[in-house]
């Protein structure tokens, strides 16, 4: 009888053991994840506040006159102009660009280019 | 003799034989016997265990549970309340503006101030002179006066760089301390100087958007939302300086309106400045004409005079005024200028800008009517709704001084003085098919009433008339080709301490386009403008503010996906001419 007592005890203590280390693992993992989320709330404050920052420095980066200037710069592009804007059905027909064969001949594949866009 | 003894609670009878030997049992006093005891004493031990067993193995069960098999099922409501907050909040404590686009227009930057307790000061010649060395914009002088302040606190210097907070930290004064601070950045500088206004160094509003949407901005980090669109802005501003510059101008004024909903699409006022500078000395570059610029606007208000003779209907479009010779009123006498003398139609007296047949039709309508319609139109009270602190109330007579005198001077735009803000909302109502709507310069802005101020079939003939003012009368300088402009012209005397001024003029052009379906209104005002070669030797509006007018809408017309309406086969000719196909 005082085996089995003796064995049960054991196991129980056993049991408290396992129990204590596996509770003690326990809250190590969550002390460490809540570290982590701690790391990952501060990170995201980090990031958005650069962000925040970025969209300051964007803003000034695309400033009309700044991107005016460069374009002119590198691109040579200017303002859109009225008469750049076109309506389809001001296309000329393929007809019409045969009548002056040189200049088609120079402007071949601008003019190829417009006979053949959609209508 | 039978001796009754009561031993017990319940039933206490007892016999007793004299010589009867007396049988003692503990159990009828309620005491155990000792085997029995320590049996309960047992039994009781083992209850408790089992139930410590018990509740110990559901724990036992419930952790390996959890931890090893399911993990813990939560319903929606609780995975909400459990879950790991992420906090995803805004490092700044006032909220963005920006444009319709969502460009970033103001913003609050995170920034370190640079504090001290002078008391705890001990080496503060020492600090003064390195700090000095850091920030050179702040004397010696200033840097000890501060850390030797008999005070518990002072701030050195506010707003510091992270490399400027490095190079203090590098210095190793734990004397010095830093507070974590915000500081308000405008990224395009004087693009909307007029507009957004100022913060002061606490960050609280004082002028502008800043000031009267303080509440707004100070109480919530969400973006606020602006009507203007920072392309045409850009656009307006440059064409003004332009301007301002080719005609040796005080200033330059001009407002871009969506026609139907009062949407300012850009306000711009030069000169200006630059927001991040805080030049708060300068009031004259501060001033907003657009908003704040009372004055007189002359000829533009006989769109106002004629819409309301129509409208009335006691003048018919096809009515002739005789403009022969100059109206005398009075001790007053009514004259044109450069107006052809002879009988002027409705139209004409557009085209020609006649003060005299705008004067005669004023007059038919008469005063009280007049009165009622400008009333309508918002030209006697400050203009409502618009979030743009700084702005001006009209100047006009009461309505005893109102003579037939004003009634007259009125219909082309003197003897009241409006801001160019009260002229283009009036003018967009007219245009718009006969709606006034309060402006407004933020996308969020409500409670803003619209009204009926004159009839569709009015505002109709109104965009006809107007046409032909473009067309073939004084604003023929802002005749784009494709985009139906329609508008008016107006030069006024400058007044200046109360007296007009012979040779200083203010110009005005009030226009929208397109014709057949008005979308945007513009107005722009140069203030001063001189005469030069280019304008042999005028300085009315059709020479200054007019071309000027058609500049800004050539350029912003395509940004702003209105379609130029062409002749397809001019068009097309055009395109042929331009590849030498045709001659």
Known sequence: MSNVKTAISVLWIMFTFVIGAYYFVLTNDVQNLEKELAQINSDIRNDIRDIHILEADWSELNNPER?????????????????????YSALPLEGELFENPTMFAKNKDSLRILANSER | MVLKLSLSKKKPTFSYVPGQEIYFSPSRFGWETEDKSVNICRSRIMLVIAIFVIIYSIIIFRIFNVCLVDGIQFDKEEITYYRPKIRASSPVHRANITDRNGVVVATNLPTVNLLCNPKKVSNAEEIAKKLHNIFNDISYDVFLEKLTKKSSFAYLKRNISPFQQAKVNALGFPELEFEESETRVYPQKELLAHVLGNTDIDNIGISGLEKSLNNRLSSSTKDLQLTIDLGVQYAIRDELIKAKEKFMAERATAILMDIKTSEIIAL???????????????????????TQGVYEAGSVFKVFNTALGLDSGKIKITDRFDARKPLKMGRFKITDYRVPPKWLSVGETLIHSSNIASAQMALKVGKDLQIRFFKNLGLFEKIKNLEINEREIPIYRSEKQWQEHTVATTAYGYGISVTPIHIITAFSSILNGGIYTPPTIIRESSNRESKRVISMQTSLDMRKLLREVVIQGSAKNANIEGYEVVGKTGTANKIVNGKYIKGKNVTSFVSAFPASDPKYSLMVIIDDPKPI????????SGWNACPTGGKIISRVAPQLNVKPNFDVSVQRENLLKNFGIKN
């Open chain 2, 533 to 540: 070669k280019e304008t042999y030797g005028y300085v009315t």
């Open chain 1, 67 to 87: 991107l005016k200037s460069l374009a002119g710069k590198y691109i040579s592009l200017d303002f859109i102009k009225p008469e750049q804007i076109i309506n």
């Open chain 2, 268 to 290: 711009s006022s030069v000169p200006d400045y630059d927001l991040n500078k805080r030049d708060f000395k300068n009031k004259d570059i501060k001033f907003n004409f657009a």
